[in-house]
């Protein structure tokens, strides 16, 4: 099971450090539907935060109260140290951001898109055409540059998107579920991206529903349900919340079944598929110690799983959905 | 740097962004251009020895009905062309770039005045164009001054600023681009209800009033009164009065309602 990718824990420091984006208290509702109910952040300067939750659970609103886009009904946020109530302009001249719907102008080329955004950031000209043609070189597109922007695909669109978010060298970049809708291979181009980017300090506040890209990218994370955080923390603190973890063991002779069973204690039994599961976190040490009780038995199982919970196990653990059907399960 | 230079710089890029589309999608521009330009030969060639009988008031006199028409075409050219800002702002509104541009440290009507300045420049084109088909039928200015034609020319542009801003209001309350034109339409109308085609003395008692003093009327008076020397009388004050009443409308309404935060 991937983990993250650098935890940055602010545990063991005592003081916090300075924050990038920190938010107390933030409300939204339309009307009687109260979208945001509540909201409490704090993320450390050139982290990776993903807010994670289904959809509906207010993601999108929290990324536009923050970047400015529409303002909060209830609490306070700074963004880069400046309010975003009483200051947008300073919080949008530190800020890039790249919204769930393709933020480019589909009617001009990438390369028009680029010098426009060079052009707003007041880049002088040459500088401009730089920065532009760097980033295009970067993100693939040198080839599609002079092509209108409306003819791109999916996964183009987004990279185009990121680029334009780049061009003012935006010190925290938010990211509104950066991967819909992308293939398998854009996704992880985007992944990529994203991990460029902290690595040259820039912090990162990304919405996703997929648990998977929350774990690859995010040192901290947000379970975002019903518009209320339903619990934070690293990939690894959010797993430790539930229990799950399992050796499964599967075996095809009924006799070898029976006696692994009764050399093994604390099992569950499912006599139908005549597997057996132990309850485990999965360490070298434990399965030393179920492979050596099976050795000294003299079975053989067919099969052995190790089970550890992901953060889709935690997910539904905590906005209460049922978990699906299949078992989630890494083969060793 | 002042927020002058800023509003002008973040001004300037985005007219360059609307022109580029301009040029890119020309069809709009030219479609629209078409109305104005089918109407004035309609009105010369098939309507105009009907027509300049109820002017003249003697016998059928086709130069002269040129003559008269070729103004009110000429602002007609520009409620056209109007339509097609309204019908283009709302589309852009649609674009998710215009998100983007919300959450940039950027003038933030810059975006409107981009549509506005270069639907001006469009309608001056349009107009220019017109009028260029309107000489090749026989239009001709009499005894038309420099000071003339350049009074004429000021206020072609302020009137086309003010359309333009009453436009891009209506392209902002419209949902898609269907409505937008929809809203518009009244633009492209109003002038068949001015003196534009008729004057208004041959008008029922009742709808006269109404034509005399909607925009269009004094504007076309006065644009007659320069170029032909008719006479002006309070035509020009009112349609100046209108021109500046409609752009600060206008621009008040757009700017409120573009400022208003997205959903």
Not at chain 1, 186 to 214: C, D, K, N, P
Not at chain 1, 263 to 283: F, H, K, M, N, V
Not at chain 2, 64 to 76: E, K, Q, R
Not at chain 2, 244 to 263: C, I, M, N, P
Request: with cysteine; charged share 15%; proline share 5%.
């Amino acid at each position: 099971m991937p983990t993250s990718v650098m935890p940055t824990s602010i545990r063991g420091g005592g003081q916090l450090p300075p924050a990038a984006v920190s938010a107390v208290g933030l409300r939204k509702a339309y009307g009687d539907h109260t979208v945001l109910d509540g909201i409490d952040l704090h993320i450390p300067a050139g982290s990776v935060f993903a807010l994670l939750g289904p959809n509906g659970a207010g993601k999108t609103t929290a990324v536009k109260i923050l970047s400015t886009l529409i303002t909060a009904d209830g609490g306070q946020a700074q963004v880069a140290g400046h309010s975003i109530a009483t200051s947008p302009d300073s919080v949008r001249a530190a800020i890039g951001v790249t919204g769930q719907f393709s933020a480019v102008d589909g009617l001009i080329t990438g390369e028009e898109n680029m010098l426009l955004m060079a052009d707003l950031h007041h880049l002088p000209r040459r500088e401009g055409r730089r920065v532009a043609a760097e980033l295009l070189e970067r993100f693939g597109l040198t080839d599609a540059a002079r092509k209108p922007a409306q003819s791109y695909s999916g996964g183009m669109k987004r990279r185009l998107d990121i680029a334009m978010t780049l061009v003012g060298g935006p010190r925290i970049i938010f990211l509104d579920e950066p991967t819909t809708g992308l293939d398998p291979r854009s996704r992880h181009t985007m992944w990529q991206i994203i991990r460029e980017l902290v690595a040259v300090g820039v912090t990162v506040f990304l919405t996703t529903q997929y648990l998977e890209e929350a774990d690859q990218l995010a040192d901290r994370i947000a379970v975002l349900d019903g518009g209320r955080i339903a619990a934070e923390g690293t990939a690894e603190e959010l797993k430790r919340l539930i229990p799950g973890g399992h050796v499964r063991l599967r075996f095809s002779d009924p006799a070898a079944y029976r006696s692994a069973a009764a050399a093994l204690r604390g099992t569950t039994r499912d006599e139908e598929a005549l597997a057996l599961r132990i309850p485990s976190d999965g360490s070298q040490h434990e399965l030393y110690a179920i492979l050596g009780r099976l050795d000294s038995a003299g079975v053989e199982a067919d099969e052995l799983t190790v089970h550890t919970p992901d953060l889709d196990d935690v997910f539904f653990a905590l906005t209460g959905a049922t978990v699906p059907d299949q078992p989630k399960e890494t083969a060793r | 740097m002042s927020s002058l230079s800023l509003a002008v710089r973040d001004s300037s890029t985005m007219l360059r962004r609307n022109l580029l589309h301009a040029r890119r999608y020309p069809s709009l521009t030219l479609n629209l251009l078409l109305t104005p330009i089918v109407l004035l030969l309609l009105f010369v060639y098939i309507f105009g020895d009907a027509m300049s009988s109820v002017i003249g008031g003697g016998g059928p006199d086709r130069s002269a009905y040129i003559a008269y028409v070729v103004p009110g075409l000429l602002l007609m050219t520009i409620g056209s062309t109007v339509v097609g800002t309204a019908v283009s702002v709302s589309n852009d509104m649609t674009e998710g770039i215009i998100a983007r541009f919300r959450t940039m440290a950027i003038h933030r009507p810059s975006v409107l005045v981009g549509h506005v300045v270069g639907s001006v420049l469009q309608s001056v084109m349009s107009v220019v164009l017109v009028g260029v088909v309107a000489v090749a039928i026989g239009f001709r200015s009499t005894d038309a001054t420099a000071l003339e034609w350049l009074a004429a020319f000021g206020l072609l542009v302020l009137f086309a600023t003010a359309l333009t801003w009453i436009a891009v209001g209506m392209g902002l309350v419209s949902p898609n681009a269907e409505a937008a034109s929809n809203n518009a339409t009244p633009l492209i109308l109003l002038p068949l209800l001015s003196s534009a085609f008729t004057p208004v003395d041959s008008m029922p008692g009742w709808f006269r009033p109404i034509a005399e003093y909607q925009p269009f009327t004094p504007a076309i008076e006065t644009l007659r009164g320069l170029l032909l020397g008719t006479e002006i009388g309070h035509s020009g004050w009112l349609a100046v009065a209108w021109c500046v009443g409609l752009a600060v409308v206008g621009y008040l309404w757009s700017t409120a309602k573009f400022g208003r935060e997205a959903k």
